[in-house]
T-cell receptor, first 114, second 113 residues
Framework: AQSVTQLGSHVSVSEGALVLLRCNYSSSVPPYLFWYVQYPNQGLQLLLKYTSAATLVKGINGFEAEFKKSETSFHLTKPSAHMSDAAEYFCAVSDGSGTYKYIFGTGTRLKVLA | NAGVTQTPKFRILKIGQSMTLQCTQDMNHNYMYWYRQDPGMGLKLIYYSVGAGITDKGEVPNGYNVSRSTTEDFPLRLELAAPSQTSVYFC????????????FGPGTRLTVL
């Protein structure tokens, strides 16, 4: 069975500091991995996704994530936090085996301090 | 394109009442999904559909029903509302499953008292 673990339900960083949001997955087949962002009172929107091409994936708004099979991780990073990055971030996994379903992590709320 | 639209945005129900949450997408997507989001719990899949006339249960289907008579619409029905169904509900769609991006609606905030 697939699962996703996001370490840290709340993360605070100073404006201009590195953002690191952690995601570890479990999957018995090669996974597809996603990061979504949710701004207050809005739906989720895709930041980036890994679909077995390049292991370093670049997304919108300066975010990127690296797929590390040996560590079963897909951590999200951004070199310099901006106030507008304050939001909730969700990691998700899909195995594409025919179930066509995502499993979402419990989310990490990012706070950016001035 | 409007993308995925959901109505209503907010609703308060009394225990035992029924209601239908509407979801429409204009992207000609085959796959549609209903999730509920509870604080600290992430998103849980309620039902999904891989095409008109085809639906299947997700992780938390109890207390809900769905139908998919057209490609565009995927309504979610609550028959006998219970306080445990207080949540934010999101509809999503994708062209295919697996590696494809899911596009989300703005959500419906439901309170059952």
């Amino acid at each position: 069975a697939q699962s996703v673990t996001q370490l840290g339900s709340h993360v605070s960083v100073s404006e201009g500091a590195l953002v690191l949001l952690r995601c570890n997955y479990s999957s018995s087949v090669p996974p597809y991995l996603f990061w979504y962002v949710q701004y207050p009172n809005q739906g989720l929107q895709l930041l980036l996704k890994y679909t077995s091409a390049a292991t370093l994936v670049k997304g919108i708004n300066g975010f990127e994530a690296e797929f590390k099979k040996s560590e079963t991780s897909f951590h999200l990073t951004k070199p310099s936090a901006h106030m507008s990055d304050a939001a909730e971030y969700f990691c998700a996994v899909s195995d594409g085996s025919g179930t066509y379903k995502y499993i979402f992590g419990t989310g990490t709320r990012l706070k950016v301090l001035a | 394109n409007a993308g995925v639209t959901q109505t209503p945005k907010f609703r308060i129900l009394k225990i035992g009442q029924s209601m239908t949450l509407q979801c429409t997408q204009d992207m000609n997507h085959n796959y549609m999904y209903w999730y509920r989001q509870d604080p600290g719990m992430g998103l849980k899949l309620i039902y999904y559909s891989v095409g008109a006339g085809i639906t299947d249960k997700g992780e938390v289907p109890n207390g809900y029903n769905v139908s998919r008579s057209t490609t565009e619409d995927f309504p979610l029905r609550l028959e006998l509302a219970a306080p445990s169904q207080t949540s934010v509900y999101f509809c999503a769609s994708s062209y295919v499953g697996g590696s494809d991006t899911q596009y989300f609606g703005p959500g419906t905030r439901l309170t059952v008292l």
